[in-house]
């Protein structure tokens, strides 16, 4: 499965290491909620996509 990490977050959104852990966690719980399991500092691409509508192919990772 492919995930994004906390410096993923940080650079698609331009925001500081706290902010993006938020938003990790966030989506976390929300999969959770939904029966999934999660692993902490980590969230599904596809997911994190469908959820933030950033188009997948409209950034470059460094």
Wanted: with cysteine; glycine share 4%; proline share 3%.
């Amino acid at each position: 499965m492919d995930v994004y990490r906390c410096e993923h977050v940080m650079d698609l959104f331009s925001v500081k290491e706290t902010k993006a852990r938020e938003i990790i966690k966030q989506l976390n719980n929300e999969l959770k909620e939904k029966g999934y399991i999660t692993v902490a500092g980590r969230v599904p691409i596809e997911y994190f996509h469908e959820r933030t509508k950033i188009p997948k192919n409209n950034h470059e990772l460094r």
